[in-house]
């Protein structure tokens, strides 16, 4: 198999690495389409491998012992999953669900555990991509406890057009009632706020959003920490 050029790459994970490290870790990269709803890591199971999305989003979604579940924090073309692989960490804790079809390399454990060990700028960009993604659950966390469901609603829908190529976010009221651990009529009446202050326009499985700038006024400081968090542990590494 052709070793993918780092140039070549939209995950910016994979493109921040000095380019003789990329090079050392390149040939344990294979490129993986990964469908909606695909299940990239089960709670309980084994971890087989790491995942470097370029295209699409994926959920870390929670569960009780009871069979609750939801969304704990969303990831894309930022970042990597399971980041407990990072630690040695050979069992997944939650399940990772693909919410949006895309593209992806992935490494097995065992060799994502070796570049860990062996290679330092390898293991530094993970480990702060870990710090930035726990700085995400965390503001998940707050904003669930503080925020009304329509500023939660515009939080995820900003996080989730952060990750996408253009305006269209194909999102299903049974995902954003994941992401948002509501039922989904709380889901439609949100939905309709944004709609009706012209943020967005929502139609059956596609959101389309309408106008970001005041998107992120509504949001509050619901939004925008972990993003400028983000920014500030990856900028400046090397």
């Not at 294979?30 to 084994?46: I, M, Q, Y």
């Not at 704990?72 to 980041?83: C, D, V």
């Not at 996408?164 to 651990?181: K, N, Q, R, W, Y």
Request: charge should be negative; hydrophobic fraction near 45%; charged fraction near 20%.
């Amino acid at each position: 198999m052709a070793v993918p050029s780092q140039a070549s790459l939209n995950n910016q994970l994979l493109t921040l690495l000095p380019e003789a490290d990329y090079r050392q870790i390149a040939p344990d990269l294979a490129s993986f389409n990964v469908a909606r709803g695909a299940l990239l890591a089960r709670a309980g199971d084994p971890i087989e491998h790491v995942y470097y999305l370029t295209s699409g989003i994926g959920s870390l979604v929670a569960s009780t012992p009871e069979g609750n579940r939801a969304e704990a924090g969303i990831f894309g073309r930022e970042g990597y999953i399971p980041t407990s692989a990072a630690m040695g960490v050979e069992l997944s804790v939650h399940d990772v669900i693909m919410q949006i079809e895309g593209d992806a390399y992935r490494m097995e454990f065992t060799a994502f555990r070796k570049w860990m060990d062996h290679n330092r700028n390898f293991a530094r960009v993970m480990i702060r991509c870990i710090e930035a993604f726990s700085i995400q659950l965390t503001y998940t966390a707050i904003s669930n406890a503080v925020h009304g469901v329509d500023e939660r609603l515009a939080r995820w829908l900003l996080m989730c057009h952060d990750r996408v190529s253009g305006d269209e976010i194909p999102l299903t009221h049974e995902f954003i009632s994941l992401m948002l651990a509501v039922r989904r009529p709380s889901v439609t009446t949100a939905l309709h706020v944004l709609e009706g202050n012209g943020f967005i326009r929502s139609v059956r499985g596609n959101i389309i959003i309408r106008n970001r700038q005041a998107l992120e006024e509504f949001a509050r400081d619901a939004y925008g920490k972990p993003e400028a968090e983000y920014q500030r542990l990856m900028t400046g590494l090397f």
